[in-house]
């Protein structure tokens, strides 16, 4: 099984009627925290020594899911220019995010 497909597999929400029915604001922050929650349980559930050969595949797969799940989501009222603005950063913490992450594990 792929990493991404471990990852959507924890992930609870992308069905959920409650999560499908919150505001635009609520839906990316909730969900934004459940692909890290999720990334960071299957990070933790490999073997030490496996961890920096899928680092690559790691963060591929989270930002797979970041364009497949957050991105589509429109912001009422917000300019596109500045909303794909706001998605340019939001993919560019991803790599960064799994590398700290990754680094606080080892200690």
Partial sequence: MSIKQQIKDVIRLIDDPEWLAMGPFRKGQVLGAEIAEATGMVLRALDPDAIDTQLPEFISA???LYDEYLVPIDIPNVPDRIEKWAENIGRGMIKP???????????
């Fill in 62 to 64: 989270a930002e797979e």
């Fill in 97 to 107: 995010g799994i590398l700290m992450y990754v680094e606080s594990l080892s200690k």
